[in-house]
Nanobody
Framework: QVALVESGGGPVQAGGSLRLSCVVS????????MGWFRQAPGKEREFVAA????????NYADFVKGRFTISRDNAKNTLYLQMTSLKVEDTAVYYC?????????????????WGQGTQVIVSA
């Protein structure tokens, strides 16, 4: 069994920054690729960014390119999402996810494990 726990969300003004973290516990011997997704009120969950297990391959949604950076520290079993130049439309619950395939994929269905989410609220 694998558990993912996100943290780091909260209120922030537009133009500000936040860093989200996601700690993986349980069966950490598997080389998981991981990703961040988000869900705004009334909208479907959408892909934000993903990173291969090695950290060498990343994948970003167009709307966050140049603003968000995904990274990981495998020694700490932790995934990060550094968010800068935040916009009001970035307001959402952010979820981390993991799968054992190794690749930085963008499809929700490809992920096996999900966290409970952390709320990010960006005000004007």
């Amino acid at each position: 069994q694998v558990a993912l726990v996100e943290s780091g969300g909260g209120p922030v003004q537009a133009g500000g920054s936040l860093r989200l973290s996601c700690v993986v516990s349980g069966r950490t011997s598997v080389n998981y690729a991981m990703g961040w997704f988000r869900q705004a009120p009334g909208k479907e969950r959408e892909f934000v960014a993903a990173l291969s297990w090695s950290g060498l391959r990343s994948n970003y949604a167009d709307f966050v390119k140049g603003r968000f950076t995904i990274s990981r520290d495998n020694a700490k079993n932790t995934l990060y999402l550094q968010m800068t130049s935040l916009k009001v439309e970035d307001t959402a619950v952010y979820y981390c996810a993991a799968h054992g395939g190794g690749y930085a994929i963008a499809t929700l269905a490809g992920y096996d494990y999900w966290g409970q989410g952390t709320q990010v609220i960006v005000s004007a």
